[in-house]
């Protein structure tokens, strides 16, 4: 006999369920983000912007389809695309094997990867100078469980957002922050005290990540890819965030 509480989750579910695609319609694409990493997701003048932003709202009209954007923390992008609360995640997300076991994912549609921004004078001059030094990462990123394995005298200082992040190198509370390259050179750039040293920790690519149960989105998105590459669009949107894509 089915127990009360089994009833009762799931008719939560349900109630979840019906509460994310409620007023939507059927050609309209549920997307979650995190943005607070400038120059691929953040918010300016109250408004959504960025690479990743501009990007997707691209592939979405040139798939004729609607955007229904929700923001949330970076830890809980994969999980919301896992519960069908999103039928997608784009925040500047890397394509990893680990990530791929649960998602799908588009082709790349960047590559990035991730660097050292640390203090000019400080004491971190090359990778090998991180052991022993603290180091802010943001929680649920690439970056927490790579300094594990690889930088594990590194003292990890695991943060929320990527800003508090770049706020502690700045205080002198960090050493440094590992993060994704496009973030790190924009934030240094307007802070002449920081640098982005020039040996990158590893090279990724980003994606897309779409519910395993829709993979005719990702079909759907890797043709928009394409098209928009063939028309310019695409190098246009790369070269109006990243300067030539440099």
Do not use: C
Not at 23 to 45: C, H, N, Q, W, Y
Not at 206 to 218: F, M
């Amino acid at each position: 006999m089915t127990s009360r509480k089994t009833i009762l989750a799931a008719l939560f579910a349900v109630s979840m369920s019906g509460f994310a695609s409620a007023g939507l319609a059927a050609d309209t694409v549920r997307i979650v983000t995190d943005p607070t990493f400038p120059p691929m997701e953040f918010s300016k003048d109250g408004k959504r912007t960025g690479f990743d932003i501009e990007l997707t709202e691209a592939l979405i009209k040139e798939m004729g389809k609607e955007a229904s954007w929700t923001d949330i923390d970076f830890k809980g992008l994969i999980p919301a695309v896992l519960s069908g609360r999103a039928d997608m995640a784009v925040s500047a997300i890397y394509i990893t094997d680990a990530r791929k076991q649960v998602v799908d994912f588009t082709d790349s549609y960047y590559a990035g990867g991730l660097v050292v921004l640390t203090r000019r004078d400080g004491p971190i001059k090359s990778l090998k100078d991180l052991d022993g030094k603290r180091v802010s990462v943001q929680v649920g990123t690439k970056s927490v469980g790579y300094l594990q394995e690889h930088y594990p005298k590194v003292q990890r200082v695991e943060v929320e957002k990527n800003e508090e992040m770049f706020n502690l190198v700045g205080v002198g509370r960090a050493d440094a922050a590992v993060t994704g390259k496009p973030a790190a050179k924009l934030y240094a750039q307007s802070h002449p005290d920081l640098v982005v040293l020039d040996a990158q920790i590893t090279t990724e690519e980003y994606g897309i990540a779409v519910d395993k149960r829709q993979p005719e989105l990702v079909t759907d998105l890797n043709d928009a890819l394409k098209r928009l590459k063939e028309k310019g669009t695409y190098q246009q949107i790369v070269d109006k965030w990243f300067e030539g894509g440099k």
